[in-house]
């Protein structure tokens, strides 16, 4: 949804190219790990370079778009939002990569941090999507402060009854 609401061709082109990618990602992960030669054989896997490339177009958009300096609360723009629905979704499915690698069952680790570059990358164009169409709604940072012993009065002296 998120290619289908992004106006900038740049932009278009790079989630065009991911999409493309998730394929590879997909297929990995879908292979098991008995299977894993065959699928090096016949199909690409996830590589070093497509990782690095993320990092690059991250690196990009990290000097050209300003950031605000507290959490940015999502979906300022119809496209910033499918895009930071799609981040949230790759972050559940990150957890689950996470864990076929403590379980030995994935065999590229490069999927893992192409998932995790990924991620950043569609939090950048989700702020880049933004841009200056609307300003960035964000959490209120508070200053953390030791708390403060409560002072409780002593429980008043019940008067004997006569």
């Not at 054989?41 to 177009?57: I, K």
């Not at 964000?138 to 200053?143: D, K, V």
Request: aromatic content about 4%; cysteine-free; charged content about 30%.
């Amino acid at each position: 949804m998120a290619r289908a609401l992004i106006k900038d061709r740049g932009r278009h082109a790079i989630v065009l190219r991911v999409q493309s990618e998730l394929f590879t990602v997909g297929a990995e992960l879908a292979t098991d790990a008995a299977e894993y030669g065959k699928l090096q054989q016949h199909f690409l896997v996830v590589m070093p370079e497509a990782t690095s490339r993320l990092e690059a177009e991250i690196d990009d958009l990290e000097r050209r778009v300003p950031l605000p300096n507290a959490f940015v609360i999502p979906g300022g723009t119809p496209a910033a939002a499918a895009l930071d629905v799609a981040r949230a979704v790759l972050r559940r499915a990150e957890r689950r990569i996470v864990g076929l690698q403590q379980t030995g069952q994935l065999r590229n680790p490069e999927v893992l941090r192409y998932a995790n570059r990924l991620s950043d990358l569609l939090f950048m164009l989700a702020r880049a999507e933004e841009g200056t169409a609307v300003k960035p709604l964000t959490g209120r940072r508070t200053a953390r402060t030791p708390v403060a012993r409560a002072r409780t009065r002593p429980a008043p002296k019940r008067r004997p009854r006569d």
